[in-house]
């Protein structure tokens, strides 16, 4: 029961981040927007200043659409994952779409990117972000990564993640939902 409500307060304040495109969960300490207060004056960093500060590359971040930068990410995965031109990429909690876009600039036309979120209001804002953007080669879809991510056995390159496992109750459930859908020697690169 406590773990159901814990998933709640969790897709609650994701879906409010996608609707509002605010990422202050808190100062100092409350998630991934750092704050600095000197006295009364607060000085809080943008979505854009927080993937920088992360690991994002200033010209990648230019290639991808703007709305799908929320600066809940705590690292780049996509710089790590060595993704080729067609290959398939799943991105765990893929938010607004940043990973996904970036990936999807990889893999190109022959590749694909597929993008798993839980809530609503995420997939919503991620899709518009693809259709606005033109990208053709990648797809959203709903899914619960400790209850069965919807994908096939075996069919994926890579796996990536940002700042979501984290945030699951049933970790080596993921895990293992991850490992079923990596082919054999896909690879996974998460940042926690």
Do not use: W
């Amino acid at each position: 029961m406590q773990d159901q409500m814990i998933k709640e307060k969790v897709k609650e304040g994701y879906s409010k981040i996608a609707v509002t495109g605010n990422s202050l969960q808190g100062c100092c300490g409350g998630g991934p927007t750092e704050c600095c207060s000197d006295n009364s004056t607060i000085s809080v960093l943008s979505s854009l200043q927080i993937a920088r500060n992360i690991g994002y590359d200033n010209k990648e971040l230019e290639s991808v659409p703007e709305s799908s930068i929320l600066g809940v990410g705590c690292g780049a995965p996509v710089n790590f994952a060595d993704i080729r031109e067609g290959e398939v990429v799943v991105d765990i909690g893929s938010g607004g779409g940043i990973d996904v876009f970036l990936s999807a600039n990889k893999v190109k036309d022959s590749g694909r990117v597929v993008g798993i979120d839980m809530t609503d209001e995420m997939l919503e804002k991620a899709r518009t972000n693809a259709i606005n953007a033109g990208y053709t080669n990648v797809e959203f879809k709903k899914g619960d990564i400790e209850k069965g991510i919807p994908i096939e056995t075996d069919t994926i390159d890579v796996v990536i993640s940002n700042c979501v496992i984290n945030l699951t109750i049933d970790k080596v459930a993921a895990f293992k939902e991850i490992y079923r859908i990596l082919r054999h020697k896909g690879r996974m690169v998460i940042s926690d």
